[in-house]
């Protein structure tokens, strides 16, 4: 036993000697040591037992040496300084804004502090003992344990391990060491990683076997036919799980992204106000001058999940003058993907013969986008077993579209990215040991389709509404219920119904899809019945042929043909429709390198009307560099008889990398003039604080007109401008020039603060600085474009444009806070509901960095310490960890002004005050810690 620790002393020695590890900009209060670098594990022979220990080995926290704990690189072999008791008369270092304490020498640049001091190198590989060691030289290697550590080696040690399962890294637990061998483990850890690995019986009765203390027996893991290994020599334990005894490994399953566990809360209370307006000036004709202000509100209040929103209208010296929009009580139910609404609702259309009605009243909806990150339409979903790791080529008609490491065991793969159509899928199986399988699946698939078992649904009940005066009026003497939901029989059918019913109307309806590998079907069946019309009949076939990525032509065909009787007819219309049989049918292929073909057309047979039809011919092609051109040819008669030719011709060309776009198109019609049109634009060099620009300029038989527009965008506000100019050719002829300006921006609250933004679409983010970071300038979310919102003397910070359940990350940025300023986290996840404020605070109350050098009674510096700083005046403020270098320098940031105190072991602790008046950079110099 006397190796391990001779070897040791002589790393602490060897590290004692390196030159002072130079300091970096502070950036943290965080410091660390540096990680051990995890050695492969070791083989373990079929004779060996499952736990091995070389040699006993004392690493007990409480009475591992500062300096060993840091030569070998161990978090936690760091002295615990919670068991060390202050001494009874601790020194006392009262630090005034012109301190007289003993400064350092100057340092130069490159020894700037850090807020990571210098850790020394770590040891990961101690040797073991050759062979058992005689009673006389166990009682030698005890004298040398206890001049080294000051007292006896214990007989059960404790240590804190990294460890592995499968021989992926998994963190570290405590093991005990008992009579030479590992005996328990630390359950907590262990169970946490397991429960994602083991079977859910096996990871039950593992978790039954935990003892009082929290504690694993070794041998359970044994019995359940975990292969445990300790190796004494890295101080690392590896288990091993069989492929047998492993969960179901689902690769693919869509969910919410880990991070999402660790999002802000959303705030209780919060709202927001948009303001948009506009104003026109017209320099000509006789209603030249300035015209009556336009401004559009719309808002929303949150409270705890309740949202109140609504729009209005207002017109300078209108009749009316004020218009209300919208007004709706909206609460949703993420968990369930449900939403539930009261007030104005605007039914969306799911059936293909329901018709939107705008409704006062209540519905509850399926509603699929508060669950973003879920797959709503059949996916691939394949089982397989695999005996050894494997990597997995996936295949998906003949393209490589993903590539997996899979461990030994269950495998379950989904969501896999299918097209429309036909999808062939292979899985190419290569083991460890270069063996190959091949699997090979099939399936369809048509883009609305529902998943197995999914529903879909949305209910209303309500009353006719529309706006009148500027006013909402409702029809109280029609109510109106109108449903719809579809569900997902199986992966290639899904089925609907659909109801739509009044006291004088009522129509119901029922539709399918079915994806075939020759192509997609889709059907409709509706019954109406009024009153004056008596019930009819509706029908709609579908068929399509989407394009195969195989198929180099890039093909598709859609036809439809739809029956109405002469008795159908739909809510709100006055008559049943004129035809009777609507036949319709598109094509696309590409025909030739760049250049694609599109064919359609629709043929109406009238009832009593005479028939009516439209043929179109459409030609596209890109010619390279951002240079495309188009032309399309419709030739159409309708109902009354009278035919029409129209031919458009246009050229574009996208100059990316200048953000500049230039057309020029021509549009001519048998019964209208030509008209041609020339279009300049330029996209803003960054997304805020920089214009964009765009010119119009349109020739017409009669004249010209000329169009030209910036707009801008800050962090809070909009703005556009807009100049119109029109002149005739002939003499008389009327001019047209208006001058046109756009705004539009927000005000928003949360948790009591109030910011200032451009318009918010949905959810917002507000950064608020803190007392001390007031003034202070805080970027939000850097990037190469700049910030995406800026906390400054104009208040808060807003991020506008979040979208509701979607996972967000909020970076912040201070790179010109004062020195000593600390912005504490800078990075957060934030996941806002609908229409919903976050506040994140930012920054610290810390104003202060300090920085000195601890020596001993003798004056010689305290190199390579570990300790701690605890406040003496704030119970809150959380202790920091204290490391020197090997010349006994520290650097920490993050303070306040009050009273500390500096705890190292086996030391007396050293108290220090930090004045109010004093912030920025303190030096305290060179601090002498005596003995206990």
């Not at 109406?528 to 394009?547: V, W």
Request: net charge negative; charged share 15%; no cysteine.
């Amino acid at each position: 036993m006397l190796k391990p620790y001779l070897l040791a002393t002589t790393t602490l020695l060897l590290v004692s000697s390196l030159p002072p590890l130079q300091a970096s900009a502070l950036t943290t209060t965080a410091l660390t040591s540096l990680p051990i670098n995890a050695a492969p594990r070791p083989a373990v022979a079929e004779d060996e037992p499952p736990v091995t220990v070389l040699a006993p080995v004392d690493a007990r926290l409480e009475s591992a040496a500062p300096d060993l704990a840091l030569a070998l690189g161990l978090e936690s072999a760091v002295p615990s300084l919670g068991s060390v008791a202050p001494a009874p008369e601790p020194q006392l270092l009262a630090l005034e804004p012109n301190s007289t304490s003993q400064p350092e020498p100057s340092a130069p640049e490159s020894e700037a502090p850090t807020a990571q001091p210098a850790v020394p190198p770590t040891t990961a590989d101690i040797a073991p003992p050759a062979g058992a060691s005689t009673e006389a030289s166990a009682e030698t290697e005890a004298e040398l344990f206890e001049r080294i550590f000051g007292r006896p080696p214990a007989q059960n040690q404790s240590i804190s391990v990294p460890f592995f399962i499968n021989d992926q890294s998994q963190g570290q637990a405590v093991v005990v060491i008992a009579e030479g061998r590992a005996s328990q483990i630390q359950a907590s850890p262990i169970l946490d990683k397991t429960a994602s690995i083991l079977q859910p019986d096996l990871q039950s009765q593992l978790a039954a076997t935990v003892d009082s203390e929290g504690y694993l027996p070794l041998d359970q893991l044994q019995q359940l036919g975990i292969a445990v290994v300790f190796d004494q020599s890295r101080l690392e334990l590896y288990l091993q799980i069989p492929a047998a005894l492993r969960r179901t490994n689902v690769v693919g399953a869509y969910g919410l992204p880990a991070e999402a566990a660790n999002a802000l809360p959303v705030s209780r209370l919060s709202g927001y106000l948009n303001i948009l307006g506009g104003e026109d000036i017209v320099w000509s004709g006789s209603n030249a001058g300035r015209q009556p202000l336009r401004l559009s509100l719309d808002g929303a209040i949150n409270l705890s999940g309740w949202v109140l929103e609504g729009r209005a209208d207002l017109l300078e010296g209108g009749a009316p003058g004020f218009r209300r929009g919208d007004v709706r009580l909206v609460h949703d139910d993420p968990a369930n993907a449900l939403r539930y609404m009261a007030g104005d609702l605007s039914i969306p259309v799911s059936g293909a013969f329901q018709t939107l009605v705008p409704l006062g009243g209540i519905s509850v909806s399926r509603n699929y986008s508060l669950q973003p990150y879920r797959v709503t339409r059949p996916t691939g979903e394949f089982t397989f077993f695999l005996e050894r790791p494997s990597r997995v080529e996936i295949y998906i008609n003949g393209v490589r579209v993903r590539q997996l490491q899979l461990e030994a065991g269950p495998q379950d793969i989904r969501n896999l990215s299918l097209t429309t159509g036909a999808n062939d899928i292979q899985l190419i199986i290569t083991d460890d040991l270069g063996q190959v399988q091949r699997l090979d699946f099939a399936t369809a698939l048509a883009g609305n389709l529902l998943a197995p078992g999914l529903q879909q649904f949305s209910y209303n009940l309500g009353f006719p509404s529309r706006s009148q005066s500027g006013q909402r009026q409702y029809d109280w003497a029609e109510p109106q219920l109108a449903l719809a939901h579809r569900l997902g029989v199986s992966p290639t059918v899904t089925l609907g119904a659909y109801a739509q019913l009044t006291p004088s109307y009522q129509m119901v309806e029922t539709d399918g899809i079915w994806a075939s590998e020759i192509g997609n079907w889709g059907w409709d069946i509706a019954a109406s019945h009024r009153g004056d019309f008596g019930t009819g009949l509706a029908m709609r076939l579908q068929y399509e042929l989407p394009p195969s990525p195989q198929d180099v032509t890039n093909r598709s065909l859609r036809l439809a043909a739809e029956y109405r009787s002469d008795r159908f007819t739909t809510l709100g219309s006055l008559s049943p429709s004129p035809d009777w049989l609507t036949l319709s049918g598109s094509y696309s292929q590409r025909i030739f390198d760049g250049t694609s073909l599109n064919l359609g057309g629709s043929y109406r047979f009238g009832r009593d009307v005479p028939d009516s039809y439209t043929a179109n011919l459409g030609l596209s092609r890109s010619f390279g560099n951002g240079l495309s051109g188009s032309l399309n040819i419709n030739h159409s008669r309708n109902q009354q008889g009278q035919a029409e030719t129209r031919a458009f011709l246009g050229l574009s060309w996208l100059m990316a990398q200048q953000r500049q776009s230039v057309s020029l198109n021509t549009t001519a019609s048998s019964t209208d003039t030509m008209r041609n049109r020339l279009s300049w634009s330029r996209r803003p060099d960054r997304r805020l604080q920089s214009p964009g620009l765009s010119l119009d300029l349109t020739q017409r038989n009669s004249g010209y007109d000329l169009s030209g527009q910036i707009s801008y965008t800050d962090y809070r506000f909009d703005l556009g401008l807009t100049q119109d100019i029109s002149w005739g050719n002939g003499a008389g002829s009327a001019n047209r020039n208006t001058t046109r300006l756009t705004f539009g921006t927000a005000l928003v609250f949360a948790d009591g603060h109030v910011g200032w933004s451009r318009p918010v679409t949905n959810s917002f983010v507000m950064v608020v600085p803190r007392d001390r970071w007031r003034g202070q300038i805080i970027g939000v979310n850097p990037s190469q474009d700049g910030y995406r919102a800026v906390a400054d003397r104009l208040g808060p910070a807003v991020l506008p444009d979040l979208q509701p359940y979607y996972v967000s990350r909020v970076r912040l940025d201070a790179p010109e806070a004062p020195i000593g300023y600390d912005l504490g986290t800078d990075d957060y996840v934030v996941m806002p509901s609908y229409r919903s404020g976050t506040v994140i605070m930012a920054g610290t109350e810390a104003s202060a960095f300090v920085r000195g050098v601890l020596v001993d009674e003798a004056g010689v510096p305290l190199g390579l310490q570990a300790g701690e700083v605890v406040s003496l005046t704030n119970a809150d403020w959380a202790a920091q960890p204290l490391f020197t270098n090997r010349i006994g320098r520290f650097a920490l940031l993050g303070f306040t002004p009050g009273r500390y105190e500096i705890r190292l072991r086996d030391r007396a602790p050293l108290q220090f005050e930090i004045a109010p008046d004093q912030d920025g950079l303190i030096d305290l110099g060179t601090l002498q810690i005596g003995l206990p």
